[in-house]
């Protein structure tokens, strides 16, 4: 089984302070793509990158991808309470075909007020 | 409300009793989707569906049975219940196969005694 390791596994932190989710792979993915969970809901997409070395931006969020595809980081400056949840990341094969995505573990923050 | 509901939210039931969970989802999207969520393992993939009357197996399948009758249903049936199936179950549906987001619903917790 192909596996996606994110870490750090949890993370507290207060507002304000700015931290990175790492998610790695010895596998090169097509694309990959980063959710947010929040307690008794799914997952939500974040965002979408597929070509190597890319960088997106959502708001205080930074997205990028790997040169070689095979691992991705998400950054967020100055965190806010708001930003408390479960973030997984999922990398696709294939094409970037859904059926062959596969979910990190997560990584589950806290921003403390 | 345009979206996908799940139902029951919450389920207990008994060993080797069978037990079925809903998906509905009122945005016509071709692809459907079971996940389950357990501690440590991420989302796995239960089944999928590409249309009415196509399913096929995801990574950790046996046990389970889909069906798609209606392009908007999806039902997932624990044919005789173990322990190792109490989990968090996640329906998502996809309006394309490639690179496309998951739309998820907000999951049913399923506990086997």
């Known amino acids: 089984t192909q596996l996606l390791e994110q870490s750090p596994q949890f993370l507290s932190i207060q507002e304000g302070e700015n931290l990175t989710v790492y998610c790695n792979s010895s596998?090169?993915?097509?694309?990959l793509q980063w959710y947010r969970q929040e307690p008794g809901e799914g997952p939500v997409l974040l965002v979408t990158?597929?070509?190597?070395?890319e960088v997106k931006k959502l708001k205080r969020l930074t997205f990028q991808f790997g040169d070689a595809r095979k691992d991705s980081s998400l950054h967020i400056t100055a965190a806010q309470p708001g930003d408390t949840g479960l973030y997984l990341c999922?990398?696709?094969?294939?094409?970037?075909?859904?059926?062959?995505?596969?979910f990190g573990t997560g990584t589950l923050l806290a921003v403390q007020p | 409300d345009a979206g996908i509901t799940q139902s029951p939210r919450y389920k207990i039931t008994e060993t080797g009793r069978q037990v079925t969970l809903m998906c509905h989802q009122t945005?016509?999207?071709?692809?459907m989707f079971w996940y389950r969520q357990d501690l440590g393992h991420g989302l796995r993939l239960i089944y999928y569906?590409?249309?009415?009357?196509?399913?096929d197996k995801g990574e950790v399948s046996d046990g389970y049975v889909v069906s798609r009758s209606k392009t908007e249903n999806f039902p997932l049936t624990l044919e005789s219940a173990t322990r190792s199936q109490t989990s968090v179950y996640f329906c998502?549906?996809?309006?394309?196969?490639?690179?496309?987001?998951?739309?998820f619903g907000n999951g049913t917790r399923l506990t086997v005694t």
């Open positions: 998502a549906s996809s309006e394309s196969f490639n690179n496309s987001p998951l739309h």
């Open positions: 596998s090169v993915f097509s694309s």
């Open positions: 990158v597929v070509t190597g070395g």
């Open positions: 999922a990398g696709a094969h294939a094409g970037g075909a859904t059926n062959k995505l596969i």
């Open positions: 945005w016509s999207h071709s692809y």
């Open positions: 569906s590409a249309a009415a009357d196509i399913t």
